[in-house]
């Protein structure tokens, strides 16, 4: 029967500088990482609609309509 085959261990060199401290790190960490906070995705989404709302603002205070039934549709279709 042939003998097992020795797991390969990782080669480890000391730094010369000083100490150096390793941490494992597993994969659903990087992935949580990735994903980044909540606040950041909404920070994002909030950019987006800044600009939609700078866009209907002009839109509305900068068209010169004389009928009120024509501004009514008008605002009511922006949204």
Do not use: C, H
């Given at each position: 029967?042939p003998?097992k ?11 010369p500088l ?13 992935d949580l ?9 909404l920070?994002g ?12 603002a002009i839109?509305?205070?900068g ?11 008008f ?5």
């Amino acid at each position: 029967m042939p003998a097992k085959p020795k797991p390969l261990l990782p080669i480890v060199r000391v730094a010369p500088l000083g100490l150096l401290n390793a941490y494992p790190v597993y994969e659903y960490e990087l992935d949580l990482l990735v994903a980044g906070s909540p606040g950041s995705q909404l920070l994002g989404l909030s950019y987006a609609l800044i600009g939609f709302a700078v866009a209907l603002a002009i839109a509305i205070f900068g068209t010169d309509i004389n009928s009120d039934r024509t501004y009514s549709v008008f605002v009511m279709g922006e949204w």
